[in-house]
């Protein structure tokens, strides 16, 4: 495998920047109903009461920043569990982490009549967090962490959460169809009152990645050795799961579970950038709101007119990576 | 005829006194002119058991509902003593469901036993790796697309249970399947029919989306006769099928290569088994949709009661149609609201993981 060099790295991400750029005009621009380019530059920058610019303003370009900020969030999660466990099938989707999380707004939601984005992303950080500590402890065997037993245990702690939401949704009907489009994974019909209250906790979490993704790339090569660096273990690892708690429950309260993403992505960024963790975490965060959008704006055009939330779409171009990325002689690269 | 039934214990022979050496378990054997059956003394004595509570749990069951029997009238109604109303009530309304539960309890519990034997890990499970996600898109179709009958349900559930297991094994193939491969193809093709299956349920109306998912979560409501004798005729061959190749099964255990030289034929066993335990799933979950986690548990438990060194299959089936009959019994009288048995058994599965994680915790420390 050949890897960019440092010049290379730089230009490949400015690329993956232009093309973010170019996919969220395309997925205000395209949608059911054809509106021109010059309405839409209108609606962003000389608003009036005109029908189209109400779809622009009111539609397209909240999901197009849901998207942003959702697919930013996943991709940043993908990349920090596949680091911390070293495992190249790790997503926070797989892992149940997702389940977790909409378990627990499901729990706030259908349960405790929380209604508020205040209130149960609090549930869903909590949902998120145990989910992932519970993977983490299941997943390790005594002579280290074994990639299939962690992606079997995460499996199985998300049906077993997915059965319990089922569950709740089922003795309550009001609730069912209230989350039935959310349990989907969809960035429609996502106001952007959602997103705000989450944005600071993004931050922190880019922050702490950031600080994380040194060590990480020490303890690629082993405790012992990462230890032997001057790695502090313990507090990585801390830092790493909060970051990742934070950025999937988040995710996940703003538009429902949505999977694969964190799968797909860190691994085209490590095939660009090698096995540097600041290079994949910073590629990750632009290819990963590429993807959700480039997925988002699939789902819309397929079943023209009615349209496929995005989860859906993502579920089915993820899938077959993960079964290529099995298949594969060697099933690690990390 | 001769029927011999002799226990044998080795007793130590060379060893110094005192010196306590392991020669094995205690052993039955039952001897016909063609076929000998060996059997441990502890799995017998395990099965035993787990039957008279099955027997006892079951009773209890024909006993409860609004109309409540005391136990002699159950078991005059089952050897046909009664007549009338109380006969009625036994033996046409409740006896079909507790017969549905004990023979798709044991047949989730030998499907599961299958697959965790084969993919040597205690985690496989058919519902873990799609199988029964595929049942449920071939309900789904036949529910919300063609609005068909119930036979037609089965054929749907059946056929997309079956379809995925092909999918999934040639998707796992590269000169030869190896069990984590299959696992990890398995949770992906789960994921995409999970995903499809959300789908279907997000384009119906929200009557058809309630009955669909409803079924989805596994019940043996509506359970009748016809039902359970199709249902059972049809487990009756797979569980056949299964104990005539329990024996290679536990010798692929040691590993392709050991069983190879032991004179396995690895590929049409394996095959075998695959057939054998999806079949299974999928003849359950067109029954009754999906009841989780039975076929995860179960043997495990099975394993622990029998102290086996590996699966076995006929204590497996004895925890598991336990388990459905209790699940069953507990989501029909104790829960608040008569829940899908499905629901139950999900927490059953949700009990075993914060077991299994505790016990891991304590090994560490």
């Not at chain 1, 920043?65 to 099938?89: C, F, H, M």
């Not at chain 1, 090698?274 to 397929?302: C, E, K, M, N, T």
């Not at chain 2, 799933?281 to 009754?288: D, F, I, L, N, P």
Request: hydrophobic share 55%.
């Amino acid at each position: 495998m050949t890897v960019a060099g440092p010049r290379r790295r730089l230009l490949g991400l400015v690329t993956a920047l232009l093309v973010l750029l170019a996919l969220s005009v395309l997925s205000v621009v395209i949608g059911s109903t054809a509106i021109p380019p010059s309405v839409v530059w209108d609606a962003l920058f000389h608003p009036s009461a005109d029908i189209d610019q109400f779809a622009i303003r009111d539609y397209r370009l909240p999901r197009t920043i849901v998207g942003l900020v959702v697919g930013v969030a996943l991709g940043l999660s993908g990349a920090l569990i596949q680091a911390l466990t070293r495992n190249p099938l790790a997503d926070p989707g797989i892992f149940g982490v997702h389940a977790g999380a909409s378990f627990a707004v499901t729990v706030a939601v259908g349960v405790l009549g929380v209604r508020d984005i205040q209130g149960y992303m609090w549930f869903a950080f909590a949902g998120a967090l145990i989910v992932t500590l519970m993977v983490l402890a299941l997943g390790s065997t005594r002579q280290g962490r074994s990639p299939v037993v962690m992606v079997l245990a995460g499996v199985c702690v998300g049906a077993v959460l997915g059965g319990a939401r089922e569950a709740l949704q089922l003795t309550n009907p009001d609730a069912f169809d209230a989350m039935r489009s959310w349990n989907a994974g969809s960035i429609v019909g996502r106001p952007l009152d959602l997103v705000w209250p989450i944005l600071p906790f993004f931050a922190v979490a880019l922050g702490l990645a950031l600080a994380v993704s040194g060590p990480l790339n020490a303890m690629a090569l082993g405790d012992e050795l990462a230890a032997a660096q001057g790695v502090r273990l313990a507090r990585t690892r801390v830092l790493a799961i909060i970051a990742l708690t934070l950025l999937a429950g988040g995710a996940t309260a703003i538009a429902g579970p949505i999977g694969f993403v964190g799968l797909m992505v860190p691994h085209v960024a490590r095939w660009f950038v090698g096995p540097h963790q600041r290079w994949i975490f910073a590629y990750s965060v632009l290819l990963a709101p590429s993807l959700l959008l480039s997925s988002d704006i699939l789902g819309r055009i397929v079943m023209h007119p009615s349209e496929i939330p995005v989860g859906i779409v993502t579920a089915f171009v993820g899938a077959p990576v993960l079964i290529a990325l099995v298949r594969r002689k060697k099933a690690s690269g990390l | 005829m001769s029927t011999g039934v002799s226990s044998a214990r080795r007793r130590s022979t060379g060893g110094a006194p005192g010196e306590q050496v392991d020669f094995g378990r205690r052993v039955l054997v039952l001897r016909r002119r063609r076929i000998a059956v060996r059997l441990e003394w502890r799995s017998v004595v395990v099965c035993a058991v787990l039957a008279l509570a099955v027997a006892c749990l079951a009773v209890l069951a024909l006993m409860t509902g609004s109309y409540q029997l005391s136990p002699g009238q159950v078991v005059s109604a089952l050897t046909g003593g009664e007549t009338g109303l109380v006969h009625d009530i036994v033996v046409e309304w409740r006896l079909p469901r507790v017969v549905a539960a004990l023979v798709f309890g044991a047949a989730l519990g030998v499907s599961g036993a299958v697959f965790q034997s084969m993919l040597r890990n205690p985690l496989a499970d058919p519902g873990v790796i799609g199988f029964s996600q595929g049942s449920y898109t071939g309900a789904l179709i036949v529910i919300l697309l063609v609005n068909g009958t119930y036979m037609q349900l089965v054929g749907g559930a059946l056929l997309g249970g079956m379809a995925t297991a092909i999918l999934v094994y040639v998707l796992a193939y590269r000169r030869g399947v190896k069990g984590f491969r299959l696992i990890i193809v398995g949770i992906g093709v789960s994921a995409m029919l999970g995903s499809l299956n959300t789908w279907l349920i997000l384009k119906a109306d929200l009557k058809a989306a309630m009955a669909a998912a409803a079924w989805g979560a596994g019940s043996l409501n509506g359970v009748s006769w016809d039902r359970v004798v199709i249902g059972g005729a049809c487990i009756a061959v797979l569980l056949l099928l299964a104990a005539m190749l329990s024996r290679p099964m536990r010798q692929l255990e040691l590993g392709d290569d050991v069983a190879a030289s032991q004179g396995v034929r690895v590929s049409p066993v394996r095959l075998g088994l695959v057939v054998a335990g999806v079949a299974l799933t999928a003849t359950v979950t067109a029954a009754s949709g999906p009841i989780a986690f039975i076929s995860l548990v179960a043997p495990q438990i099975a394993r622990r009661l029998a102290r086996t060194a590996g699966i076995t299959l006929a204590p497996a089936a004895f925890v598991g149609a336990l388990l459905c009959l209790a699940a069953d019994y507990i989501a029909q009288h104790i829960a608040p609201t008569p829940l899908p048995v499905g629901i139950i058994t999900v927490m059953l599965g949700g009990g075993y993981l914060g077991w299994l994680l505790f016990t891991e915790a304590r090994r560490r420390l």
